[in-house]
């Protein structure tokens, strides 16, 4: 297991579109991250997962935006109706209990 | 929202030169850990220390945690330009079954060679 991965790294879309990012986590962590990360900022915590189910959802979400981790293995993360605002850095990571987090390299999210 | 802070928000240093970050924290913690982050990039852990551990060694890394003042500090000894990137702090916090990651908002760190 080469660690974990997020796809695509890079994605424009217009106004209004939807987008789905997927993340691999390493296959025997049974937690996962989503944060969300602009210029000069810290990674904002999005949402979690304990392996299939969804533990917490920050109230930064809105209702524009859902997350998945069907069977518990990889998640995805989709956008509806993208905004300008939405345009960050996407990043996911996974982890056992109580210790340290494995990011990808994040998905960078234009939106014009 | 965020729930560490880390102090400066910016620091340039020589090369040689040491480097200290400081974090502070609102609520307890199971442990407190430090990543570093190279310019539009991922981040990579550095360092857990436990919330019963005060002071922790990695290499050229030192981590001291005072969790009666709900603080950390990083240091980074002999600096390299390599060091160039930021750090950011990352409480787990304790209790309940969320086991969340809650990042700070980093310091930005300049190695001059």
């Known amino acids: 297991d080469t660690g974990v991965s997020q796809n695509p790294r890079h994605k424009i879309t217009k106004r209004g579109q939807n987008v789905t990012f997927r993340c691999d986590p390493i296959?025997?962590?049974?937690?996962l991250y989503w944060y969300r990360q602009t210029l000069g900022q810290g990674p904002e915590f999005l949402t979690y997962?304990?392996?299939?189910?969804?533990?917490?959802k920050s109230r930064l979400l809105s209702d524009r935006f859902s997350a998945e981790r069907p069977k518990g293995s990889f998640s995805t993360l989709e956008i509806q109706r993208t905004e300008q605002g939405d345009s960050a850095m996407y990043l996911c990571?996974?982890?056992?209990?109580?210790?340290?987090?494995?990011f990808g390299q994040g998905t960078r999210l234009t939106v014009v | 929202s965020q729930q560490g802070e880390e102090d400066p928000q910016a620091l340039s240093i020589q090369e040689g030169e040491n480097a200290t970050m400081n974090c502070s924290y609102k609520t307890s913690i199971n442990n407190l850990q430090w990543y570093r982050q190279n310019s539009g990039r991922g981040l990579v852990h550095l360092i857990l220390i436990r919330s019963n551990e005060r002071e922790k060694h990695s290499g050229r890394l030192r981590v001291t945690l005072d969790t009666s003042k709900k603080s950390s500090s990083l240091l980074i000894t002999a600096s390299r330009a390599a060091d160039t990137a930021s750090y950011f702090c990352a409480t787990d916090l304790y209790g309940g079954a969320t086991n969340k990651l809650i990042f700070g908002t980093g310091t930005l760190l300049a190695v001059q060679p």
């Open positions: 296959s025997e962590h049974n937690r």
């Open positions: 990571a996974s982890r056992l209990k109580n210790t340290e987090a494995f």
């Open positions: 997962f304990q392996n299939e189910a969804q533990l917490e």
